[in-house]
């Protein structure tokens, strides 16, 4: 394969982030106490050394084709509003993480690699490492949607809510373009076409 050089120092960078993230979420198993937590992480990190595998071949240049990928999670209905919000505070001594520690590492590592993964793919010509890198950073949002959710149910993420007319009033601000409006849109387009 011939690849750009961008595109295999940016794979490589995807890669050694994929081999440092499976050993983390390694150590946050060992470590947590949740049952359900652990379970995810385990999850997550069999996803991760799925798709660094996958990476490693195409790299390698071993045939692997890569198709767009819809990664399936199992979510809980989220708790909207500032609900038994658990407190929270760092302690400087500790020798091991706690288990909302743990959560909040796991998720900022896949909402950032999420934004990295669409980074890379918006620099790559080759398509197979493009859609790599797209489904790397799909599993990304998904996995740290799925943290996030554990820690809604624990109480470590709550969103705050706006009050009822507030939703009303952010809702209606904006109005749908009528028929007429985009008849004109569609003419002035086209006349700006028609001089150039």
């Known amino acids: 394969m011939n690849f750009a050089a961008h595109e295999l120092l940016e794979t490589s960078e995807a890669l050694r982030s994929k081999a440092a993230l499976i050993e983390e979420h390694g150590v946050f198993a060992a470590q947590c106490k949740d049952q359900q937590l652990k379970s995810i992480l385990m999850k997550h990190q069999q996803q991760m050394s799925a798709a660094y595998q996958q990476g490693v071949q195409l790299m390698q240049g071993r ?34 993480l706690s288990d909302q520690t743990i959560a909040t590492l796991a998720l900022m590592a896949h909402k950032s690699g999420s934004v990295m993964g669409m980074q890379w793919a918006n ?8 859609m790599y890198h797209v489904n790397g950073a799909n599993l990304c949002q998904e996995m740290a949607y799925e943290m996030w959710n554990w820690m809604n ?23 749908s373009m009528g028929m ?7 003419d002035g387009t086209q006349g700006n076409m028609n001089m150039q």
């Open 63 to 96: 045939g692997a084709q890569v198709s767009h990928q819809a990664p399936n999670f199992h979510m809980q209905d989220p708790n909207i509003g500032m609900n038994n919000q658990a407190t929270m505070g760092p302690m400087t001594n500790s020798k091991t």
């Open 123 to 130: 620099e790559c010509v080759d398509a197979n490492l493009r």
């Open 153 to 175: 149910h624990h109480g470590y993420y709550q969103p705050p809510a706006f009050h009822t007319q507030q939703v009303t009033q952010m809702g209606t601000m904006f109005q």
């Open 180 to 186: 007429q409006q985009m008849g004109s849109l569609n």
